[in-house]
């Protein structure tokens, strides 16, 4: 669930490219909104939270506009009733 940079550049970039994304790369990122920092009692960054990053850096993320839109239960809707008082 938690990752060291060392691990997270490696999965991005690959282990021959690690060091250099370390050296040039983390450091903008790790200035950008959005992208998690360390979480010192873990020791390391929120995999999942640099995965949704890098959907949005990338736009890959998915919308809810791309979900099935959802069907409404007409069953479960309550109607108010009156009782009406003759005069």
Same mark, same amino acid.
């Given at each position: 669930?938690?990752?060291?940079?060392?691990?997270?550049?490696? /999965?991005? *970039?690959? #282990?021959?490219?690690?060091?250099?994304?370390?050296?040039? !790369?983390?450091?903008?990122? %790790?200035?950008?909104?959005?992208?998690?920092?360390?979480?010192?009692?873990?020791?390391?960054?929120?995999? /999942?939270? *640099?995965? #949704?990053f890098y959907e949005n850096y990338?736009?890959?993320? !998915?919308?809810?506009?791309? %979900?099935?839109?959802a069907r409404a239960d007409a069953s479960q809707w309550k109607t108010?009733?009156?009782?009406?008082?003759?005069?």
């Open positions: 669930m938690f990752a060291n940079d060392r691990q997270i550049a490696e /999965a991005i *970039v690959g #282990r021959d490219n690690a060091e250099k994304w370390m050296r040039e !790369r983390l450091p903008t990122l %790790a200035g950008k909104q959005g992208f998690p920092a360390v979480d010192d009692f873990h020791g390391g960054r929120p995999v /999942a939270l *640099v995965a #949704r990338l736009g890959t993320a !998915r919308s809810n506009a791309d %979900a099935a839109p108010k009733s009156r009782s009406r008082h003759q005069a």
